[in-house]
């Protein structure tokens, strides 16, 4: 089976080493970002440039949108230069970005009334996955057209499970972001709770990863933690929108979250501070602050 053009929109964090795994496996790529810098490093790599949302529709069977929230993915998809106006029938678009459920379904029936196929993909897996192919990707939409860009998510991601219809995974993504928040808030609390204490942050790592207590999220960021350093892999201002469409999710389906609502305000304090552009496990220091401690050295 031939290969499809793909376009991609969004180079950020996470975007750009996608589109330079999609080149890396074979597909001619079409990318289009705010910032030219990126576009300009993947037209190096073997892909080439389009100037509009449109123009990418027009030049691609299937296009990727990796965007940082709804706002942006509507406009991208249904604004007046934007991917409803060049996919032609048939094709495919998957949204990979994280955004409110009822977004998803609402820009995904506006394009299949052109007869264009639709799947909102976000994943999971931060910087790291996305740089190693390795991201978990949850899908809604139609499992026929989820077969259809199975082989192009295959080259982004190992873990790649259909959710359910149209919105089913960003229900799904919006799940995961709750228990990564927790996970954060946990290794935090428990840091900053040793550290006052007067106990070496690296001897609690290597406990508590021995233990129940254990999570990848801790594996991954404790080490970063500890050396102060918060390099985004994952915007803490990202992962406040996350929770924040969380939280909308759980009031329209009745659902109380008052674990999340507590960590959402922990992170709203973080923003506060001035520090939405490091990662989001830099949550730490929003205790820290409270507890006059540090459980690291900063940076």
């Given at each position: ?8 929109i969004g180079l950020g964090i996470m975007g750009k080493p996608m589109a ?25 790599a073997g892909a080439w440039a389009a100037h509009s949302p449109a123009e ?244």
């Open positions: 089976m031939e290969k499809p053009v793909v376009g991609f330079h795994n999609l080149l890396r496996s074979g597909y001619a790529l079409v990318v289009h970002n705010r910032s030219r810098s990126a576009v300009e490093e993947l037209v190096e990418i529709g027009r030049q691609s069977g299937l296009v990727i949108t990796m965007l940082p929230d709804g706002p942006d993915v509507e406009q991208v998809a249904l604004g007046p230069d934007g991917l409803i106006h060049g996919l032609a029938p048939g094709a495919i678009w998957v949204d990979m970005s994280t955004i409110a459920p009822a977004v998803a379904i609402r820009a995904a029936a506006a394009l299949r009334e052109k007869g264009v196929l639709c799947l909102d993909s976000p994943v999971s897996g931060g910087e790291l996955g996305a740089i190693d192919a390795t991201l978990s990707i949850m899908v809604g939409g139609e499992a026929e057209v989820f077969n259809q860009a199975r082989p192009v998510l295959e080259a982004l991601g190992q873990t790649i499970t259909h959710c359910g219809p149209s919105g089913a995974g960003q229900t799904v993504k919006a799940c995961n972001q709750i228990m990564v928040a927790l996970h954060i808030a946990g290794m935090a609390e428990a840091l900053v709770l040793g550290a006052k204490a007067g106990v070496d942050p690296s001897v609690l790592l290597q406990v508590l990863g021995g233990g129940l207590a254990q999570s990848r999220l801790m594996d991954a960021r404790g080490p970063k933690v500890i050396r102060g350093d918060f390099a985004p892999g994952f915007k803490a201002r990202l992962h406040f929108k996350d929770l924040n469409i969380t939280l909308q999710a759980g009031a329209e389906l009745g659902v109380p979250l008052p674990v999340a609502g507590l960590v959402r305000e922990l992170f709203s304090a973080l923003l506060a501070a001035g520090r939405g552009e490091w990662d989001h496990a830099a949550l730490i220091t929003v205790l820290e602050d409270l507890a006059r401690v540090e459980a690291r050295t900063r940076e």
